[in-house]
């Protein structure tokens, strides 16, 4: 089957749906201090209509979704729809993208769930940094929930961190600690401008220099492509990986400003409120919500297609998009 392919001969295998727009968070750089106004519980997709529309994706030949938000654990009934998730569509690779502060308390159900992988994001390792960042967040809950979850399952866990300077750019040789010691691959992402009001170049670290300034630098070294694939087949994402020859560890570098990967990006998104949208920088989507309400799939199904020939070329030639990440789906 070819799938489903976007405009430029891109084959689109992956979706980002996210589930809520609402977060317990006021990460400073993606969201307002006095939260955003949330859309309302009838405006967004129920887990019965992402289901559905998990179901169409598959037979449209998308291989891997992830479920996302605002902040995912927020929304009630999430551990249950996941399991039914991969229950009732086996060879669909699921994902989870969660802040990590309801981990703790989630360990046990979620350990007990096919997940193909889970993202935790975390900016410091240190206390008042991470809340001064979070606004609300607690460290110790985060770090407590990545080691219970570890301690669980063998679920692959990623942590993710936006690096902003003046912030948390002091902060890689103990995330990268941390990360080895529960097994985790560290990912360093390059702050990307969808907020004017928060983002500024001066803010901006690009991979390269991320790269130079990696504590033992010398020793990190490319990955050799063609290592056994940890996540069966399924792509790894923008990431480029890089490997420490003295202690073997895995470090990511996401350059989604500075080398953008346009030309591979193999994604779809889904905002909470069901608009398919084929870039991230993009303001414009297409509602797939009245007719998945409907259960007019074969309507879903011609959206879909329209949207992924609309795939801009590189996300620089998108309508600007105005919107906060938590809003769009990170
Ligand atoms: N609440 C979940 C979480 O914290 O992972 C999922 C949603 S959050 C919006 C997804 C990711 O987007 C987080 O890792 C966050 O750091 C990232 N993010 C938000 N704004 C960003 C920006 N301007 N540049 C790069 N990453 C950003």
Sequence with gaps: MAGLMGSYNRKLDYVRISITD?????????????????????????????????????????????????????????????????????????ALTTNGSFLLSTAEELSGIRLSGLNVSLDSMDPEKFRFLTRLGSLEDVLEGIRAVRSKSGIPIKINTVLIRGFNDGDVPALLSFAKSCGAVLRLIEFMPLDDSVWSRDRFISADEILENLPERENWVPEISGRRDPNHGVPEGPARYLVNARTGQRLGIIAAVSHHFCETCNRLRVTASGELRSCLFSNEGVSLREALREGDLETVRKL???????????????????????????
């Design 22 to 94: 609402r977060c317990n968070y006021r990460c400073r750089y993606c969201m307002p201090e006095d939260g955003i106004a949330c859309l309302g519980h009838d405006e967004i997709l129920s887990y019965e209509e992402i289901l559905e529309l998990c179901r169409l994706l598959l037979g449209m030949g998308v291989r891997k979704v992830r479920i996302t938000g605002g902040e995912p654990m927020v929304r009630k009934g999430l551990i249950g729809f996941l399991k039914r998730l991969v229950a009732e569509l086996p060879s669909l690779h699921v």
């Design 304 to 330: 879909i297609l329209a949207e992924a020939e609309k795939k801009p070329k590189c996300w620089k030639d998108a309508a600007a998009s105005s919107q906060h990440m938590s809003q769009i789906g990170g």
